[in-house]
């Protein structure tokens, strides 16, 4: 069960526990299919459920911004939270909501501790990153024959130093769950290797001296307004064949400027709410499996608004139909 758009664009979650194990639930005949071929829900900047209301703006945004920040922040963070959030569900429930592919941006806050990692997306999260992995680690061994896909990006104010520790606490915290990189494993492969997670890494370099780290997964990111515009982004980059691999098509919208500034009173909620149903009617559209406009895994925002969730994992059932 998802959650509830009201006419008015408002936004009332219901409980979302009945994917909790939809990978183990598939037919037996899609577990002996690659990831990359199977339909696979994902949120979009996962974290922004828990962004911290009295942070500063983020180092990556734009300097007469940060300065809004700290000279006018009763009124600019308002402004910046209402528009970063894209998340109301914690990491707990969208994955009992069966959202499986989690985008994780990593920041370490300029002025914050030596080893405190946070999550960002304009300004940071309250949350800690090793404590949201430990969080993911404790779910996984409540749920044993799922698997989720760890992207982790951005990476803002990071050292080699901060990057290597980072690194530690994954291996930590996942231990033997972490997939080595290499081909593409099935469900079947990692269970019988008792393995739960993929974890993708932004940043080659680092890749390459860690063969935990899968490198980074491509997202189509269509930067729009309009959903239709959304989908028309969608339609050419799947003309242009999908990548061989894990990839993501991202259905959520993004604003710009001149919208912010002509709805001074709205969100991205208010914004998304109404658009879902024409992104789902995209979605139940699409099909997984090997071929060249073959989507895999779709991330989108506000995740338990609707039936979005469900929608993706359905599209599984068309690879029964080949």
Known sequence: MGGQVSTSGSFRSLPCSTNADWMSALCPVL??????????????????????????????????????GKVLPCVTRPVVLRWSTTQMLSVTEQL???????????????????????????????????DTLTEISEWLESHPREVVILACRDFEGMTDGLHEYLVACIRNIFGDMLCPRGEVPTLSQMWSRGQQVILSYEEDTVVNRHAELWPGIPYWWG????????????????????????????????????????????????????????????????????????????????????????????????????
């Open 223 to 322: 930067d729009q307004v309009k959903p239709q515009e959304l989908i028309r982004y969608l339609e050419r980059m799947k003309s242009c064949g999908r990548p061989g691999g894990l990839f993501v098509a991202g259905i959520n919208l993004t604003e710009n400027l001149a919208y912010v500034l002509g709805h001074p009173t709205e969100s991205l909620r208010k914004m998304t709410l109404p658009s879902l149903p024409c992104l789902r009617a995209w979605v139940r559209e699409q099909s997984p499996g090997p071929g060249a406009q073959c989507t895999n895994i779709i991330a989108g925002d506000f995740i338990g608004a609707d039936a979005f969730v469900g929608d993706v994992i359905r599209l599984n059932e068309k690879l029964l139909r080949c």
């Open 31 to 68: 577990w002996d299919v690659p990831l990359h071929q199977l339909s696979i829900p994902g949120s979009h900047d996962t974290m922004t459920y828990c962004l911290n209301k009295t942070s500063p703006i983020s180092q990556a945004q734009s300097r007469l911004l940060q300065l809004l």
């Open 96 to 130: 009992d909501a069966g959202v499986r592919y989690l985008d994780l941006r990593v920041a370490h806050m300029r002025d914050g501790s030596e080893k405190n990692l946070h999550f960002v997306h304009m300004v940071y999260t309250t949350a800690l990153v090793e």
